[in-house]
């Protein structure tokens, strides 16, 4: 089966540390998606990409994060300098969206688990 | 802002039991509404997907209904196995753009 592969898996690190999280999407899906997990705060959308291009990072503290696509098969997900509240789990997830055609559903990776001291 | 509500936060039932997710959603405006499964350290499984315009998707022992009008949708899970024990999201696509608003989830235990 095809499957969204993320790593690292864990990452554990001091603050002020630059972390980068990679994401290898599903081949041929459109869409890719960054989310973050917390108790406190649940699922969240940090940002996403169709076609490669950024649609909406609106859910990205922007003085520190960073999200690119430098092609179809890799996502980067970048937090320059890393603070503890950034400690959460991050899942990427990849799909196929149309405008005018119905959605396909997302696929999510099993998470990098961040862990900022 | 879209706001996505999941009860209950827990459930635990006896093995063969039907059970009932509900979730609730504030903005009736969505493209589609997604149930998905949560196993522990693990990422997402997509369940079921329901397009606005339909009433109900059903996967095996799952049935997912939207009554959009209400902004309410259910998960029905008949003869509930331990297996299923996980958490279940539901999450809202609204008609613009690709972003999607969760809930916090519903915790099911399944005992043998």
């Known amino acids: 089966d095809a499957r969204v592969t993320q790593t690292p898996r864990h990452k554990v690190t001091e603050m002020g540390q630059e972390v980068t999280m990679r994401c290898q999407p599903i081949l041929g899906h459109n869409t890719v998606f960054w989310y973050r997990q917390t108790m406190m705060q649940g699922l969240e959308l940090l940002a996403y990409f169709r076609n490669r291009a950024p649609l909406d990072d609106s859910g990205m503290p922007k003085d520190r994060f960073s999200a690119e696509m430098p092609d179809a098969t890799l996502a980067t997900l970048k937090i320059q300098p890393s603070e503890p509240r950034d400690s959460a789990v991050y899942f990427c997830a990849s799909g196929l969206s149309f405008v005018r055609r119905v959605d396909q559903p997302q696929h999510f990776g099993d998470g990098t688990r961040l862990s900022i001291l | 802002k879209q706001e996505v509500t999941q009860i209950p936060a827990a459930l635990s039932v006896p093995e063969g039991e039907n059970l009932v997710l509900n979730c609730s959603f504030t903005d009736s405006a969505i493209y589609n509404l997604q149930w998905f499964r949560q196993d522990p350290g693990k990422g997402l499984t997509s369940l079921l997907l329901?397009?606005?315009?339909?009433r109900e998707q059903t996967s095996g022992r799952l049935n997912a209904s939207l009554d959009k009008s209400s902004g309410r949708s259910t998960l029905y899970i008949a003869a509930s196995q331990p297996g299923d024990s996980a958490t279940y999201l539901c999450?809202?696509?609204?008609?613009?753009?690709?972003?999607?608003?969760f809930g916090e989830g519903t915790q099911l235990t399944v005992n043998p």
């Open positions: 329901i397009q606005s315009s339909q």
């Open positions: 999450a809202v696509r609204p008609t613009s753009g690709s972003r999607l608003t």
